[in-house]
């Protein structure tokens, strides 16, 4: 199936980047991919200049909350080769949190044309090295002007990037937050809902009070188990070389692509890893008898950043780094991986 698609040029050219200096999330690109679900079908595709939304005031999402996002990155080796990786994992998740929203799943057909419009009129964005990358932001809501809670019939998809640098420009720290919860067994903790971001919040405060500049959370039944910083997965290394990570069988944690890869990548380096529940108690426990040597945290926008102390309930733990890190091998193998110097799955790398 082909997706017809309308498109209207920028007013302006392309401005200039300074690739050295770019902020995380703030330059948009000057188009952006719209899609429209209505009358039971996906009817209409186009690329269009970057601008403001008009939305109905008793716009669905903003008052029952179906809306989520997607986050991915594109790439540019410096032999010129132009990639998005991992984009059929991140549309598989995509469709699997608009399952769970009981929103309509959107044609990987119709994902891949726009993205790859985009991408191709974007094509300024394409940065001079793999130190920046471009940053995609696929984004879904429900957009019935309708005051009552039911499904939505009507939906906006929209696709825009952002060129980014470095998302974490200093080291983190993370506070353990043991009072509220991100996601309870049931819920929504494994989909990536706009909603989940917004109960995370009430944490930040309270974080930056501890020097912190993430939250780690516990699972909300116990506040037992580890689950995930609010928008990066969490591992942990031990003295004897085994790599640990919560496993995702609660349903509670977000299955990353990053998380995904680091994995593997580890695997691949003959590395021990298991994914399994491990308590606060095992990590405090391990960082205090010196037996837990490392933990950091993976995510698409950060990739692998090392986690410098936790603070737990009043005290801080701090990780002393020993070198060189299994945290700083997974980020160059990463790295490597984007360059075309290894290849674990040749379907990862979906070139432009
Ligand atoms: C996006 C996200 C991650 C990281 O997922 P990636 O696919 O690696 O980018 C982890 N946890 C949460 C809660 C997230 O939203």
Known sequence: MSWLISYEAPATPPPALDWERLPFGRIFSQHIALAYFQNGKWDEARLQPFQDFRLHPATHALHYGQALFEGMKAYQRPDGTRFVFRLEDHARRLNLSAARLSMPPIPLDLFETLLRELLLKESYLFPPTLKQAIYIRPFYFATDPYVGVRTSESYLFAIFLSPVGPYYTQPVAAYVETEYSRAAPGGTGNVKMAGNYATALISNARAQAADCQVTLWLDACEKRWV????????????????????????????????????????????????????????????????????????????????????????????????????????????YSLLAGETTLQPDWIWKI
């Open 227 to 334: 689950e995930e910083f609010s928008t990066m997965n969490v591992f942990f290394v031990w003295k004897d070389g085994r790599v640990t990570t919560p496993s995702l069988e609660r349903g509670t944690i977000l299955a990353g692509v990053t998380r995904d890869t680091i994995l593997a990548l580890l695997q691949a380096a003959g590395h021990p890893t298991e994914a399994r529940d491990i308590s606060i108690q095992e990590v405090i426990e391990g960082i205090t008898s010196g037996t837990l040597v490392e933990v950091f945290g993976t995510g698409t926008a950060a990739t692998v950043i090392p986690i410098t102390a936790l603070h737990y309930q009043g005290k801080r733990y701090e990780l002393s780094a020993a070198q060189p890190t299994i945290a700083e091998k997974a980020r160059a193998a990463y």
